[in-house]
């Protein structure tokens, strides 16, 4: 894709962010996407105003996901709506289970995080790099860890 070749700049990653914008099934203004993102059943994505994803993110929006405004979302990190069911000792690759996902306005998502399906992080969240949010995040919560969990509560 042409846009490949654009530089990861802010200029650039709104370009990318107006082109597929047709795509979702909900948009706001002033979106940002740097290069090397990847995201999967798109239409079933709604993004806020002032997002922005940055490089090499993969995100899966078969479940649902919805992306508040005023977000960051940082390089590598994995956000998925979909999990593989086990089914008579082993990971099925035709079966799964679906769950929605939302990211509360103005949460910062750092590096390598991951988030799985069924998840709700509040507003005014930071998720700490390199966790794994498999459970709720209440508004104004810096969280961490492999699960993620609390750590402290965040000025409103």
């Given at each position: 894709?042409i846009?490949?070749?654009?530089?990861?700049?802010?200029?650039?990653?709104?370009i990318?962010?107006?082109l597929v914008k047709?795509?979702?099934?909900k948009?706001?203004?002033n979106?940002q996407?740097?290069?090397?993102?990847?995201?999967?059943?798109?239409?079933?994505?709604?993004?806020?105003?002032?997002?922005?994803?940055?490089?090499?993110?993969?995100?899966?929006?078969?479940?649902?996901?919805?992306i508040?405004?005023?977000?960051?979302i940082?390089?590598?990190?994995?956000?998925?709506?979909?999990?593989?069911?086990?089914?008579?000792?082993?990971?099925?690759?035709?079966?799964y289970?679906?769950?929605?996902?939302?990211?509360?306005?103005?949460?910062w998502?750092?590096?390598?995080?991951?988030v799985?399906?069924?998840?709700?992080?509040?507003?005014g969240?930071?998720?700490g790099?390199?966790?794994?949010v498999?459970?709720d995040?209440?508004?104004y919560?810096?969280?961490?860890?492999?699960?993620a969990?609390?750590?402290?509560k965040?000025r409103?």
């Amino acid at each position: 894709m042409i846009c490949e070749l654009l530089p990861n700049i802010k200029q650039s990653n709104k370009i990318r962010g107006f082109l597929v914008k047709p795509f979702f099934k909900k948009y706001g203004r002033n979106f940002q996407l740097a290069r090397g993102v990847t995201i999967n059943m798109i239409r079933n994505i709604e993004i806020g105003d002032n997002v922005y994803i940055a490089h090499n993110v993969w995100i899966n929006g078969a479940g649902g996901l919805k992306i508040e405004s005023d977000v960051i979302i940082s390089p590598m990190t994995v956000i998925t709506t979909t999990k593989h069911s086990y089914i008579d000792g082993k990971i099925s690759n035709t079966e799964y289970e679906l769950d929605s996902v939302i990211i509360g306005e103005g949460t910062w998502i750092a590096s390598n995080s991951v988030v799985t399906k069924g998840v709700r992080i509040g507003k005014g969240c930071i998720i700490g790099s390199c966790s794994s949010v498999t459970k709720d995040i209440p508004d104004y919560t810096f969280a961490g860890g492999v699960p993620a969990k609390p750590i402290k509560k965040l000025r409103q």
